[in-house]
Nanobody, 111 residues
Framework: EHVVESGGGLVQPGGSLRLSCAAS????????VGWFRQAPGKEREGVSC????????YYVDSVKGRFTISSGNDKNTVYLQIDSLKPEDTALYYC?????WGQGTQVTVSS
């Protein structure tokens, strides 16, 4: 049982990315799925989460209005749409569901 992140990359400021978190060997049905990020020299921070039991979402203030978390139709994928990217969004982005953490996908915002 694990999760796998994908979708990171190098983008210019103002660009967009869609990160994916896929569950393998289990389902997200009853989990709150969260996206976290860790920039070099900084602590890991939670940026958004989705409670699959009721659809409730949460965003840290610094990403509100720019990040959108959603569930895929198969319920085993959670997406993080990131718009209006800023250099300070550069980080390794991780997905979490209960005890399951992925290896992360790198987002780099640079001109």
């Amino acid at each position: 049982e694990h999760v796998v992140e994908s979708g990171g990359g190098l983008v210019q400021p103002g660009g967009s990315l869609r990160l994916s978190c896929a569950a393998s060997g289990f389902t997200f049905d009853h989990y709150t799925v969260g996206w976290f990020r860790q920039a070099p020299g900084k602590e890991r921070e939670g940026v958004s989460c989705l409670d699959n039991s009721n659809g409730n979402t949460y965003y840290v203030d610094s990403v509100k209005g720019r990040f959108t978390i959603s569930s895929g139709n198969d319920k085993n994928t959670v997406y993080l749409q990131i718009d209006s990217l800023k250099p300070e969004d550069t980080a390794l982005y991780y997905c979490n569901a209960g005890p399951h953490w992925g290896q992360g996908t790198q987002v780099t915002v640079s001109s």
